[in-house]
């Protein structure tokens, strides 16, 4: 219990102050995903879950004029921003415990497991995003705003124009610095 709400404040002070995202373009490279991916680790699947709900939460709060991306989203569908923002990385934070139970599974390697599942998180997290801003808003007059300006000729290539580079540096800190945070816990833990 605390170790969630150790985890549960850090993303609140990642979500509500400067230092949670780096604000680009059209998109912010968000650094809330390392909390989730440690907690996941470290918490298991639910606990990876709460802490996704967590961060889904304070992502849809962002939508509420802190973020204009989200706040033009809110604007068009309420119910499908909630969904791109909740439901998503709710989901992120189960199945990113879930894939280190099953590295723990087949290898014994803490190491590779952690950074497997570190690796995975923001993984996910820009593919369930994107998923859902084709799925729910690629037809809008804002994203085929973006798609014209990207000269897309289709939603693939949409998206890695989009949030090609933003998803590499996500899941390049994400890696590292989750990774590192998470062995650094691990051993913590184990002697305490």
């Known amino acids: 219990m605390v170790q969630i709400a150790m985890l549960t404040a850090i993303i609140l002070i990642l979500a509500f102050t400067p230092l949670g995202y780096i604000r680009t373009g059209g998109l912010e490279i968000t650094l809330i995903v390392i909390p989730v991916a440690v ?10 879950m709460i802490l996704g709900a967590v961060f889904g939460i304070t992502s849809f ?7 204009p991306f989200g706040a033009m989203l809110l604007s ?27 590295m723990k599974k087949i290898s014994r390697n803490k190491s590779l497991n952690t950074v497997v599942a570190n690796l995975c998180c923001p993984f996910m997290n820009t593919l369930f995003f994107m ?58 833990l184990k002697n305490v």
Do not use: H, W
Request: aromatic share 12%; hydrophobic share 55%.
């Open 39 to 48: 907690g996941a680790v470290i918490l298991g699947p639910v606990g990876g």
């Open 76 to 102: 068009i569908s309420p119910v499908k921003t909630f969904i791109t923002c909740v439901v998503t990385r709710t989901l992120l934070g189960l199945l990113t415990g879930l894939i280190y139970q099953g």
């Open 131 to 188: 998923s859902c801003i084709v799925i729910f808003f690629y037809k809008t007059d804002y994203i085929q705003g973006f798609v014209s300006m990207l000269g897309a000729a289709n939603p693939f290539l949409f998206v890695l124009g989009f949030v090609g580079i933003n998803g590499l540096v996500e899941a390049l800190l994400c890696f590292v610095v989750g990774s590192a945070i998470t062995r650094a816990l691990m051993a913590a």
């Open 61 to 67: 709060i962002q939508c509420f004029g802190m973020s």
